[in-house]
């Protein structure tokens, strides 16, 4: 009789200060929608291999944002939680209380950096698999790298991994390994016995070098920001995710135009096909909100045609939707919010579903954890209920001539 052998336990560790001099609060900054924090957690839960996720942090607001990604939250004492305690420190430590809480020995343990936003699961279940497999005993990304370096002396600068009077072509030198910092795979008792990452036989995990991104400074988060859009991963809620649906509605049920006639009177194009997908959202038992800046009587008409609740001429929408909240009992961490232009963005920071219409400002779909591929005022809100009800609705709304 075969006996199977169980799988490996894998603990991957990510530590999450509260305190940071360059960016204050860096861990809970949101990146496309999702803290810096969330996103390591979604990284390792995704990846084949881990059986466990920890945060190691010192701070409430991140063990909270741990926990409503899937992972533990490991109180780290003030003694491991200044500047100069190591990353190490702070994994031997989340170590020690894994296995006293939970009664298992850990087989294999990473250190995963919230810094590194660009981090994917195929990444971490590789580094995981080359320490399983035998392969290896430590493992880490790394982008590779055909740059010359240089260092300056007191004589001049000279080269560090080249001839200065010699440069081959680029295929024609061995690539260079950057270290990314962004995860390290490593054999847990060889971990406790040599009390650092590297160790034994060392892999290197390779990755894309323009997914190579570390958030040390405002810039580099601006950075992250612009290039979540075309880095991360398209991602659209469905009908489990999302307990709410509220609505900006100039710019996002419209085009953002205004038509004026002889008086001064006001007209806005709204969209057939979002009154369809907001009937339908309606029918399915979510709660509908438009929630809007203006205070204009085209606003009201088309909630009353529409059939839902409406506050309009609101200066401070991020309060007003915390009180909406509050008083329909809905976390806002499953409310889906759409919006176009900056005034959205503080509601943005509330949800859990940030939506940036296709025709957002640049800023908005940047905070945006999905974009419609719809422009506002062209169906975007009926592509958003296709997202949230399925393919009955899924059939394109065709712009205009």
């Known amino acids: 009789m075969t006996v199977k052998k169980p799988s490996p ?192 036989r060392t892999a290197v995990v390779v990755t894309d070098p323009a997914r190579v991104l570390e958030i040390d400074d405002p810039h580099d988060l601006a950075r992250a920001k612009a290039l979540a859009p075309l880095l991360d991963e398209p991602a659209t809620p469905g009908f489990a995710d999302v307990d709410a649906v509220v609505l900006d509605f100039d710019g996002t049920q419209t085009d953002d135009r205004v038509h004026l006639d002889a008086e001064g009177r006001e007209f806005v194009s709204a969209h057939r096909g979002d009154g369809l997908g907001i009937a339908a959202l309606r029918r399915a038992g979510l709660p509908v909100l438009i929630l809007s800046t203006e205070q204009n009587p085209v606003v009201a008409a088309r909630a009353r045609k529409l059939k839902i609740p409406v506050l309009h001429g609101i200066d401070r929408k991020d309060l007003a939707l915390k009180e909406w909240c509050e008083a329909e009992s809905i976390d806002p961490a499953r409310v889906l919010y759409a919006g176009n232009d900056v005034n959205d963005l503080p509601c943005f920071h509330l949800v859990g579903w940030p939506v940036a219409v296709g025709s957002a400002h640049d800023s908005v779909r940047a905070a945006a954890r999905a974009v419609t591929v719809t422009p506002g005022g062209f169906g975007a809100i009926r592509e958003i209920a296709a997202w949230l009800l399925g393919p009955e609705l899924n059939t394109p709304t065709p712009l205009p001539n």
Request: aromatic share 6%.
């Open 9 to 200: 336990t894998v603990l991957a560790v990510i530590p999450a200060r509260g305190g940071s001099k360059g960016v204050p609060a860096k861990n809970l900054a949101p990146v496309a929608g999702i803290p810096l924090v969330g996103r390591a957690v979604r990284a390792c839960l995704g990846a084949v291999g881990v059986t466990d996720v920890a945060v190691s942090t010192d701070d409430h607001a991140i063990a909270a944002a741990a926990r409503s990604f899937g992972a533990e939250a490991v109180p780290r004492p003030a003694a491991l939680a200044g500047d100069t305690a190591t990353s190490e420190s702070a994994v031997l430590h989340a170590l020690d209380a894994f296995e006293a809480t939970h009664g298992r020995t850990a087989d294999v343990v990473l250190l995963v950096q919230c810094t590194s936003p660009f981090l994917t699961s195929a990444e971490v279940a590789e580094a995981v698999a080359r320490i399983t497999s035998g392969a290896a005993d430590t493992a880490f990304t790394a982008a590779p790298s055909h740059g010359f370096l240089w260092r300056e002396t007191a004589d001049g600068a000279t080269g560090v991994n080249h001839d200065k009077a010699h440069r081959p072509r680029r295929q024609d030198r061995e690539a260079e390994y950057l270290e990314t910092g962004a995860v390290y795979a490593m054999d847990a008792a060889g971990f406790r016995t040599h009390g650092h990452r590297f160790f034994g």
